[in-house]
């Protein structure tokens, strides 16, 4: 077996676990937000699927 990338007692220090666990909630509201996002603007707004999709590749470039 490989030993892990970062060593686990790294994450005993209580600021490098809390530094990962918010960057971990930021990430996962970033995504979660261009989701609800997209079905908001399909539901509510009653667009196509193409268009939340489409504004989504235009905002990425």
Not at 10 to 17: E, V
Not at 35 to 54: D, E
Request: net charge positive; proline share 10%.
């Amino acid at each position: 077996m490989e030993p892990p990338l970062l060593p686990l007692p790294l994450f005993r220090q209580r600021s490098f676990a809390l530094a990962n666990m918010i960057s971990f909630a930021l990430g996962f509201s970033g995504y979660a937000s261009l989701f609800f996002l997209s079905i908001f603007l399909q539901q509510t707004q009653t667009h196509s699927p193409a268009v939340p999709g489409c504004s989504w590749y235009r905002s990425s470039r």
